[in-house]
């Protein structure tokens, strides 16, 4: 009788401690799950309107604010999100990355993928696509990106098209030497607030203009080779006969495109719908 009673206690207090254990594993538990709750929510967040992923192909324009010059970041992120609003509701599939390696994948699968494809800037040229300081004055991923017949366009705001990196060294008036292939072509750098009037092919294609003062406004008269200006929107004399001009569509012959759309020091231009004007009707050449 006594024996049995011990082994009912000592059951008791195995199944006890089993319980507790169990108990304990279990409240383990609790907390791992409302943290993994938390950091999807946390995600969810920061990812409403930019992409974490990998960029798909079949993306028509990309718009990198992962840094940004002669605009703050968050007003880059503002425009970016209008730019994107604007060109969905005309069924343009669009993204916004603040990933230098996204840029690079991304423009590597719509290299001479037969459709023309738009990358946004907002004055900083990412280094995965020319490597900074001009190390890659040929070949890099962003010049054979504007090689192809695609007529892929690199669409730059704010700062100087190309003269400065995502990081390491400048590349100054370099980077759009070699990805044009120009080397003597450049930017005054000393003259601001130029006033650029709206042309007559400007308020046709970009109801948007209005005039401004330009900071860096693109030099037509330097334009050689098979460079052409495709679009004149803006200029200092208000029709296309002019030297300089912002925004403008270059195109190498039938190949790719630059487009300069508000070279402007920390202006409030509008900029988003001045883009996304223009990109509607890049693609639908
Ligand atoms: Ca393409
Ligand atoms: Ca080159
Ligand atoms: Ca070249």
Redesign the pocket.
């Known amino acids: 009788m006594q024996k049995y009673q011990w082994l009912v206690i000592i059951a008791l207090i195995g199944w006890t401690i089993s319980f507790a254990s169990c108990n304990k594993m279990h409240k383990m538990e609790g907390p791992v799950v409302s943290n993994a709750e938390s950091v999807e929510v946390v995600e969810q967040e920061s990812s409403d309107a930019i992409s974490v992923e990998p960029i798909h192909g079949s993306v028509d324009v990309l718009i990198y604010i992962g840094k940004t010059l002669w605009i703050s970041s968050e007003n880059a992120e503002n425009e970016a999100e209008m730019t994107k609003f604007l060109l969905e509701s005309e069924n343009i599939q669009v993204e916004i990355t603040k990933s230098k390696e996204s840029v690079r994948d991304w423009m590597l699968q719509t290299t001479a993928n037969g459709a023309v494809n738009v990358c946004i800037l907002y004055g900083i040229l990412p280094s995965t696509i020319y490597p900074s300081g001009n190390a890659q004055?040929?070949g890099s991923v962003a010049?054979n990106w504007i090689e192809t017949t695609d007529g892929d366009t690199i669409l730059n705001h704010a700062d100087y098209f190309g003269y400065n990196s995502s990081e390491g060294k400048a590349n100054e008036r370099g980077a759009m030497q070699?990805?044009m292939?120009l080397p003597e072509i450049e930017i005054n750098v000393y003259e601001h607030n130029v006033d650029m009037f709206v042309t007559v092919e400007g308020s046709r294609l970009a109801p948007s203009m209005v005039h401004f003062k330009s900071d860096r406004p693109f030099p037509l008269d330097q334009l050689e080779d098979e460079w052409f200006a495709e679009k004149i929107l803006a200029t200092d004399t208000g029709n296309t006969q002019a030297t300089l001009a912002d925004p403008v569509i270059v195109r190498d012959g039938d190949r790719g495109r630059l487009a300069i759309v508000f070279h402007t020091l920390y202006k409030n231009d509008p900029k988003a719908e001045v883009a996304a004007q223009i990109i509607n009707y890049l693609l639908t050449q």
Do not use: I, S, V, Y
């Open positions: 004055p040929d010049e070699n990805l292939d």
